[in-house]
C-alpha cells in the first residue's frame, strides 16, 4: 500500500496550485459579489490541456487519472468553489457520459470540442419533481420517424449556458415495471430548446446554475447515447464518478476555510496573545486538519478504485457522504474562530460556508448516500 503521489499526480498539484492562486483566487471575491463566471479562467485551463484531463489524447484529453482530476478539482475549490464546480461537472457530467457511452462518432463529434474547452459540459437529470427520486423522470422523448420529439423541463443544470450541446434523460416507454429511461445527447441551439439562468443562489454565486425548458425538440435517432432503455443505468454509473468531484470540492472547500482560520488565529491577538495559544482554538484546528486528511484520503482512494477499474459505488457515496459534511464542519468552526470577521464577506469563510453547503446536496444528498451505502453493505 503506496499513498504517495506519482511524479505526474505531483506535477498536476503543483500546476493547479499555481494556476488557482494566480488566475483563480485574486478575483474570486468579486466574482461571488458581481455573480460573474469565470470564462477567462477556463479559456486559460483550455490552454494548459486542462478541460479533458482523465480522458485519452486521442479526443483531446491529456491521459490523467482519477486522482489527477480529483486533486485539479480541490485546489480549484481550495480558492473559489464557484470554479472547482464547474469544472467538477464539466468532466465528471458533461465529459464522462460521452467517454462512457458514446460511439466512436459521438466521441469524435461532442468529447473532442469539451475535451479542447471549445464549449463547457452540461448534464440533465434533475427536474423540478424527480431529485432524488430519478426514477420520477417526467421528461418524455418520443419517436417520430428518424427523430425523437423531447418535451419537458430540468432543473438545478450546472455549465448549461455555456454548452453548446449537453446529455439528458427521458422517459421513451412506460410499463408496470416503471419508466424506461433513455438517454439524448441534444445541442442547445435546437429549436424549442431553452437555457433559463434566473436562479437566485446561497452560494457558489460565480458558477452557472440553469433550468431547461424543452418543447417539442427534435432529434435525430443517432443522438441516442448508449442504448434505448439504458440510461437510468448509464447516469447512475456517471453519478459515482461524479461523487469523487464533489467529495474533492468539500476538501478544497475545507482545506481554504481550515487555512484561514489557521492563518488569522496566529494573527489576531486577544488578551495578550494570539488565538492560536489557546487550547480551545487549538483543538478546533487539530480537528480541523484530521477531518480534512481523512476526508481526503477516502476521495483518493476512491478515485484509485476507479482508476484500477474496480467497484467504487460504495466508496463513491463515502468520500462525498464525509468530505461533505466535514466541509461544513471546519468551514462552521472557521468562522467561529473569526468571530465576528468571520461573518464578514472580505474574510472569506463566510463564502466558503455559503459555497459548502452544497456539497451536502448534489450528487445525491447525505441521505441518498446514507441509502447507498446501506445496500452496497447489504442492508
Given amino acids: 500500500m503506496n499513498f504517495d503521489l506519482t511524479q505526474e499526480q505531483k506535477m498536476i498539484r503543483k500546476l493547479m496550485r499555481d494556476f488557482s492562486e494566480g488566475e483563480v483566487a485574486p478575483e474570486a471575491d468579486e466574482r461571488d459579489r458581481t455573480k460573474a463566471f469565470p470564462k477567462e479562467v477556463f479559456k486559460k485551463m483550455a490552454d494548459l490541456n486542462l478541460m479533458g484531463l482523465p480522458f485519452p489524447e486521442e479526443y483531446g484529453g491529456a491521459g490523467a487519472d482519477s486522482i489527477s482530476f480529483a486533486i485539479a478539482v480541490e485546489e480549484l475549490s481550495r480558492v473559489c468553489a464557484s470554479t472547482g464546480i464547474t469544472y467538477s461537472a464539466h468532466i465528471s457530467l458533461g465529459c464522462a457520459p460521452l467517454h462512457l457511452f458514446g460511439n466512436q462518432e459521438q466521441k469524435q463529434t461532442y468529447l473532442v470540442p469539451l475535451c479542447r474547452g471549445e ?24 419517436r417520430d420517424g428518424d427523430e425523437w420529439v423531447i418535451n ?28 424506461e429511461i433513455t438517454a439524448f445527447i441534444v445541442p442547445t441551439d435546437t429549436l424549442g430548446f431553452r437555457v433559463i439562468d434566473h436562479y437566485v443562489k446561497m452560494g457558489l454565486h460565480s458558477s452557472n446554475t440553469t433550468e431547461l425548458v424543452m418543447e417539442n425538440v427534435r432529434i435525430p435517432a443517432e443522438n441516442i447515447l448508449g442504448k434505448v432503455g439504458h440510461g437510468f443505468k448509464q447516469f447512475l454509473i456517471t453519478l459515482d464518478g461524479g461523487r469523487i468531484g464533489i467529495g474533492a470540492m468539500a476538501v478544497g472547500i475545507a482545506q481554504g476555510a481550515y487555512e484561514a482560520a489557521l492563518r488569522y488565529a496566529g494573527e489576531r491577538v486577544q488578551f495578550g496573545q494570539s488565538l492560536s495559544k489557546f487550547q480551545v482554538i487549538q483543538h478546533k484546528l487539530a480537528d480541523m486538519a484530521m477531518n480534512i486528511e481523512l476526508a481526503r484520503t477516502m476521495v483518493y482512494k476512491a478515485a484509485w478504485l476507479k482508476d484500477q477499474g474496480k467497484k467504487f459505488t460504495k466508496e463513491a457515496s463515502m468520500c462525498k457522504l464525509f468530505a461533505s459534511e466535514i466541509a461544513m464542519k471546519v468551514c462552521d468552526q ?3 474562530i473569526h468571530g465576528g470577521y468571520g461573518y464578514m464577506h472580505d474574510y472569506k469563510v463566510e463564502r466558503f460556508f455559503r459555497d459548502a453547503k452544497l456539497t451536502e446536496i448534489g450528487e445525491g444528498t447525505s441521505e441518498i448516500q446514507r441509502m447507498v451505502i446501506a445496500r452496497e453493505i447489504g442492508c
Avoid at 464549449?119 to 418520443?142: N, W
Avoid at 419537458?152 to 419508466?179: H, M, Q
Fill in 119 to 142: 464549449t463547457l459540459g452540461a448534464f440533465g437529470l434533475t427536474e423540478p419533481g424527480a431529485g432524488s427520486d430519478a426514477g420520477g423522470t417526467k421528461t418524455t422523448a418520443v
Fill in 152 to 179: 419537458g423541463s430540468k432543473c438545478f443544470i450546472t455549465n448549461a449556458s455555456y454548452a453548446d450541446f449537453l446529455a439528458l434523460t427521458a422517459v421513451t416507454s412506460r410499463s408496470e415495471a416503471g419508466p
Fill in 334 to 336: 472557521a468562522v467561529q
